[in-house]
């Protein structure tokens, strides 16, 4: 009789099917995975500890660098947080602006899923028709910001310009490919016998476990429970949106699948109703010596001159305090905990981020499975190292 | 908006009859409610909240720090540990703090009933140094393992490496504080 031995096996940091720097190192018995241990820190750049150094106003760029799938919902869970710390509420035409724009970061994220998820299960061609429709969001992106990727748009008390002429028919354009896309990616990937045994039961966990793993998102929702923070707690008007939330019934990779594709077409469906109700009225609060004045008045009006002037040189003195605002982003529950000390800068910032608390449950996931299922388990995840690390 | 008074009034009368003198003081700022709590007692706590049914808290949506040096609050404790407790069924978020200063900076360990505290005690452990008391695995998770103190303390300098060209590169690394 030979001893039997198991295979300790490196993966990462540099490897195509680990969406960035994430490091695992596996215990193999044979085919069967014995042990996982996740290493990360590969991307760390002290994004929180650069926040605390800022202005409240300069710490905004750092929120588009953790995941840069989803700007939009980055700055709009940062904004919403000094917002609630400032006392702020801003004019009805933003919070539906903000919406829009929130829901399109979230088609654009879950495409993106969709394509490298599918591409590392074999589905080559998935990640083109992704990159395809997803194009034409980011052009809503450029149009809005000037920005494809690090907008930077949704800024505290409004947005950083007013609306192009084009808006409207840029993301009907947006909305118009996205829904001929999706009906393309039913085609290629539900019904596909491959990709069905690729994910059926893989990488399962029930909705007791979701919740004591703290998980969030479409991870917490393909296990079953129905939990979307723009229904239980809705911020920036969410409230006034007729739309549905997806759950899923085996929390295993399909069913997460399914989950994503149809937040896809909800969310397609807040975008129209958005549209077609969109107030009129200033893009930005009117709090002096707090929001950033209009740029037209800052040209013609002596006051906000001084205002502008004085908040971008000094910024603003937050109250000694601390709040917590989270929002439903893509990957889950993304939230800034932010605390002021009566200074110009916060003493705080703190994000939590759905990818980090959603990637440890991965041993939970993986352990016992098949080591090809890995990749599948790190896919479903849907993590974006930028936010992991930060 | 009367749910949430609902919720808010059985917590407190939860803690205060079950956990009377561990509960230090309550703090409501923007309508968000802290109870800052014993160090000593935060695991029974967090287990028993857990237990009861009609909390229906099961939720651990995240753990974080706070290191109030040289602000007035500082004299309750540098250090804020503050954990944000999330009921899914009532949708109701409230947290629980814990003020500790740096010579007795020991808190027992949530990792025990929540497995999703491992990684969020360790991330506090390595960017702030408070430690854990009970954890299975308190590494480090974020920096380099050569990497010497914890990066969010304020005392911590903000640093800026020169970076090194074909004209320096022949230089030692020069880090500006």
Redesign the interface.
């Known amino acids: 009789m030979t001893e039997q031995k198991t295979l300790s096996l490196n993966m990462g940091p540099q490897h195509p099917s680990t969406h960035g720097v994430l490091r695992l190192v596996l215990e193999l018995d044979g085919e069967t995975v014995v042990s996982t241990k996740p290493v990360i820190g590969y991307l760390h750049t002290g994004i929180e500890k650069t926040m605390e150094s800022k202005l409240y106003y300069k710490a905004l760029p750092c929120t588009d660098r953790m995941d840069y799938l989803s700007p939009m919902n980055n700055n709009l869970a940062y904004c919403l947080a000094v917002e609630k710390l400032m006392d702020i509420e801003v004019p009805e035409k933003v919070k539906w602006v903000r919406v829009i724009l929130s829901e399109l970061s979230r088609i654009k994220s879950h495409l993106f899923w969709l394509g490298t998820h599918a591409i590392d299960l074999g589905a080559m061609s998935m990640l083109l028709y992704a990159i395809r429709e997803r194009e034409s969001i980011v052009d809503v992106y450029e149009a809005v910001a000037g920005q494809r990727m690090m907008t930077s748009y949704v800024r505290i008390g409004g947005l950083a310009y007013d609306l192009p002429s084009d808006f409207e028919e840029k993301v009907r354009t947006a909305v118009k490919n996205v829904t001929n896309g999706l009906s393309d990616y039913e085609k290629l990937l539900t019904d596909n016998e491959i990709f069905i045994n690729r994910t059926k039961n893989v990488a399962v966990i029930s909705g007791e476990d979701a919740i004591a793993w703290s998980l969030s998102g479409p991870m917490l929702r393909g296990s079953g429970i129905k939990h979307d923070l723009r229904k239980a707690n809705p911020y920036s008007g969410y409230e006034n949106f007729d739309f549905d939330v997806p759950i899923g019934e085996n929390g295993d990779a399909y069913d997460r699948y399914k989950v994503r594709l149809e937040e896809i077409r909800q969310s397609l469906k807040i975008i129209n109703q958005a549209l077609d109700g969109m107030p009129e009225g200033p893009y930005r609060a009117h709090v002096p010596g707090v929001v950033l004045p209009p740029k037209e008045d800052v040209l013609y009006k002596m006051e906000s001159m001084i205002f502008h002037f004085k908040i971008i040189t000094d910024g603003f003195e937050a109250p000694s305090g601390s709040v917590y605002h989270a929002i439903e982003s893509p990957k889950g529950e993304l939230g800034f905990y932010i605390s002021g000390d009566g200074t110009n800068t916060p003493r705080r910032v703190r994000v939590r981020p759905p990818s980090f608390i959603n990637l440890a449950c991965i041993p939970a996931l993986t352990e016992g499975g098949l080591f090809a299922d890995v990749v599948c388990a790190i896919g479903t995840i849907d993590i974006v190292l930028g936010e992991v690390d930060r | 908006m009367g749910a949430v008074v609902e919720m808010e009034e059985k917590l407190r009368g939860f803690l205060n009859e079950k956990f009377g003198d561990g509960v230090i003081r309550e703090e409501s ?2 309508d ?1 409610v ?1 109870f800052y709590v014993k160090a000593e007692l935060l695991a029974d706590i967090c287990q028993a909240i857990l237990d009861n049914p009609e909390l229906d808290v ?5 753990i ?1 720090a ?3 040096l040289g ?3 500082e004299s309750e404790g540098r250090f804020e540990v ?1 954990y ?1 407790l999330y009921s ?1 069924g009532q ?1 109701y ?1 409230f ?1 629980l703090k814990v003020r500790a200063n740096e010579d007795e900076l020991t808190i027992p360990t949530l990792s025990l009933i ?3 505290a ?3 005690e360790r ?1 506090v452990y390595d ?1 702030f140094g408070v430690n854990f008391e009970g954890h299975p695995d308190l590494t ?5 393992d050569e990497l010497e103190g914890h ?2 303390r304020q005392d ?1 300098p ?1 640093t800026y490496e020169v970076p090194q060209f074909t004209w320096n590169k022949d230089d030692p690394p020069e880090v500006i504080k």
């Open positions: 700022f923007r968000q802290s099961k939720y651990l949506s995240d974080t706070v290191d109030w602000h007035e609050s503050c944000n899914l949708k978020r947290f929540w497995p999703s491992n990684w969020m991330e960017l480090k998770i974020l920096t380099p990066p969010l911590y903000l």
